[in-house]
């Protein structure tokens, strides 16, 4: 299995910061990542895909980036409704997740 | 819009066999890619595995013993069942579609909490 390293697990930041969450994979899986939001009780919500590719709906203060090994995800300006859980999954082969990282209201 | 919405009994004895069913409405579940994902409480995510609409089928390997997905065109109906339950099992269960096999998962469902419990 190609195992999925989120970091930091939590963060606490301030609406209007920006912030970055990094997924890490355990072998090279090119550009096939995708990022979630969950909020708690719900299922996730597809952000983005393909490592860069904007989900249509969503805001574009979302932004992903990297390829190989090393994907971030960034919120450029955090809004009071981004307060979630964050989830990226692999989908080189069989698909696996990260742990998630809690971002939390400083 | 499409929507999913998975059914089926809340709790589940341990050694039975857990039966859930997702309907997708909304949209044709044909030339689509269903899968299963399961998240314990307060955990990460787990990929069960999917069925294609002509009934090809892929699980995940640590759970490929146990695991059966099917689907069902005419009711717009695929199902899980996962045998021999035990209360490690006992997680919340989403159905959700991809374009293509081993994607991104564009539409979920709400999910539903399953206990593995006498």
């Known amino acids: 299995d190609i195992q999925m390293t989120q970091s930091p697990s939590t963060l606490s930041a301030s609406v209007g910061e920006r912030v970055t969450i990094t997924c890490r994979a355990s072998?090279?899986?090119?550009?096939?990542l995708a990022w979630y939001q969950q909020k708690a009780g719900k299922a996730p919500k597809l952000l983005i895909y393909d490592a860069s590719t904007l989900e249509s709906g969503v805001p574009s203060r979302f932004s992903g980036s990297g390829s190989g090994t090393e994907f971030t995800l960034t919120i450029s300006s955090l809004q009071p409704d981004d307060f979630a859980t964050y989830y990226c999954q692999q989908y080189n082969g069989y698909s696996t997740f990260g742990q998630g990282t809690r971002l939390d209201i400083k | 819009q499409v929507q999913l919405q998975e059914s089926g009994p809340g709790l589940v004895k341990p050694s039975e066999t857990l039966s859930l069913t997702c309907t997708v409405s909304g949209g044709s579940i044909s030339n689509y890619y269903w899968s299963w994902i399961r998240q314990v409480p307060g955990r990460g995510l787990e990929y069960i595995g999917y069925?294609?609409?002509?009934?090809?089928?892929d699980y995940n390997p640590s759970l490929e013993s146990r695991v059966t997905i099917s689907v069902d065109t005419s009711k717009n109906q695929f199902s899980l069942k996962l045998r021999s339950v035990t209360a490690a099992d006992t997680a919340v269960y989403y159905c959700?579609?991809?374009?293509?096999?081993?994607?991104?998962?564009?539409?979920w469902g709400q999910g539903t909490l399953v206990t593995g419990s006498s």
């Open positions: 069925v294609y609409h002509n009934g090809n089928t």
């Open positions: 959700a579609r991809s374009m293509l096999v081993m994607q991104w998962l564009d539409y």
């Open positions: 072998q090279s899986i090119s550009s096939w």
